[in-house]
């Protein structure tokens, strides 16, 4: 079976846009919280907020949105 992590990039339109470098893809994981649902980048975050992707063992991000793949940690904008 091959590594997985689930990672997710802030929206332009989220108030939360430039706690990162913009579009810049981090670490996330699924909390029991009925608002802010993810942990990562040392926030919290709404499910709205911001874009899925999974960081597969060799690198490479597919963003779930557009099914896109990159190593890139930013890719095509959307959001």
């Known amino acids: 079976?091959?590594?997985q992590q689930l990672?997710?990039?802030?929206?332009?339109?989220?108030?939360y846009w430039g706690q990162t470098a913009p579009h810049q893809w981090f670490d996330v994981r699924v909390v029991e919280d009925a608002g802010y649902r993810l942990r990562g980048n040392n926030n919290n975050y709404r499910l709205d907020d911001v874009t899925?992707?999974?960081?597969?063992?060799?690198?490479f991000i597919v963003d779930l949105v557009n099914g896109k793949t990159n190593r890139r940690r930013t890719s095509d904008r959307h959001g």
């Open 1 to 3: 079976m091959m590594d």
């Open 7 to 15: 990672v997710a990039r802030i929206k332009r339109r989220s108030k």
């Open 52 to 59: 899925f992707g999974v960081r597969l063992a060799n690198g």
